[in-house]
């Protein structure tokens, strides 16, 4: 069975290597004892042995294979993140897919034709605020199926789901991470408080 602590561990490692394609063949500016995350993973697997349901999908394996050969920026995004938080079943994810790319339409909509990146950002946070996030935020909530059945987020799933609607309308916003907490970036612009308080 998945813990929370390694399900956090696991979902934001793919998801941040794979947004900020940051992740590379071969560690070798790495400090002594660091691990590859495709070989931190699968050394788990290994002492973790066969469960059922299994530990690691066989897609998300797949995902942090093409991280590790440095293809990351070619895995789907939606997809990917939908795999992170075990969705086996590749037609629910088509369906969870189809919300986001309807979240991304209207999202288009409602930023319309603002003539800064700025207030667009600012407009995108409001209609996510009222739409996506509106149940609120909740500890550890990082799974992005959750947060769009039942619109519940903490900063992690927040920071996906903008991310993700963000970049499909030329917002180039980036993750930071910090101990405890998830935000994030556009230029000089932080985007760190996307609660529904």
Same mark, same amino acid.
Request: neutral net charge; aromatic residues 6%; hydrophobic residues 45%.
């Given at each position: 069975? *998945?813990?929370?602590?390694?399900?956090?561990?696991?979902?934001?490692?793919?998801?941040?290597?794979?947004?900020?394609?940051?992740?590379?063949?071969?560690? $070798?500016?790495?400090?002594?004892?660091?691990?590859?995350?495709?070989?931190?993973?699968?050394?788990?697997?290994?002492?973790?042995?066969?469960?059922?349901?299994?530990?690691?999908?066989?897609?998300?394996?797949?995902?942090?294979?093409?991280?590790?050969?440095?293809?990351?920026?070619?895995?789907?995004?939606?997809?990917?993140?939908?795999?992170?938080?075990?969705?086996?079943?590749?037609?629910? *994810?088509?369906?969870?897919?189809?919300?986001?790319? $309807?979240?991304?339409?209207?999202?288009?909509?409602?930023?319309?034709? *603002?003539?800064?990146?700025?207030?667009?950002?600012?407009?995108?946070?409001?209609?996510?605020?009222?739409?996506?996030?509106?149940?609120?935020? $909740?500890?550890?909530?990082?799974?992005?199926?959750?947060?769009?059945?039942?619109?519940?987020?903490?900063?992690?799933?927040?920071?996906?789901?903008?991310?993700?609607?963000?970049?499909?309308?030329?917002?180039?916003? *980036?993750?930071?991470?910090?101990?405890?907490?998830?935000?994030?970036?556009?230029?000089?612009?932080?985007?760190?408080?996307?609660?529904?308080?």
């Amino acid at each position: 069975m *998945r813990t929370k602590s390694f399900h956090l561990v696991h979902y934001a490692s793919i998801i941040l290597a794979a947004l900020t394609h940051t992740a590379a063949a071969e560690d $070798k500016d790495n400090p002594p004892f660091h691990l590859a995350p495709l070989v931190a993973l699968n050394e788990v697997v290994a002492l973790v042995g066969d469960t059922d349901p299994p530990l690691v999908l066989p897609e998300e394996l797949e995902l942090f294979k093409k991280i590790a050969a440095g293809q990351g920026s070619k895995c789907d995004e939606p997809d990917a993140v939908l795999v992170a938080s075990g969705v086996a079943d590749k037609e629910t *994810r088509e369906l969870y897919i189809a919300k986001i790319k $309807k979240i991304t339409f209207i999202s288009s909509k409602v930023i319309g034709l *603002r003539d800064t990146p700025e207030k667009k950002v600012s407009l995108l946070a409001l209609y996510l605020l009222a739409t996506q996030f509106k149940s609120g935020f $909740k500890d550890d909530q990082i799974n992005i199926r959750t947060l769009l059945d039942e619109h519940k987020c903490n900063c992690v799933s927040s920071c996906v789901l903008f991310n993700l609607v963000g970049n499909q309308l030329g917002l180039k916003t *980036r993750a930071v991470s910090v101990p405890g907490h998830e935000f994030l970036r556009m230029g000089d612009l932080m985007i760190g408080h996307l609660r529904a308080e």
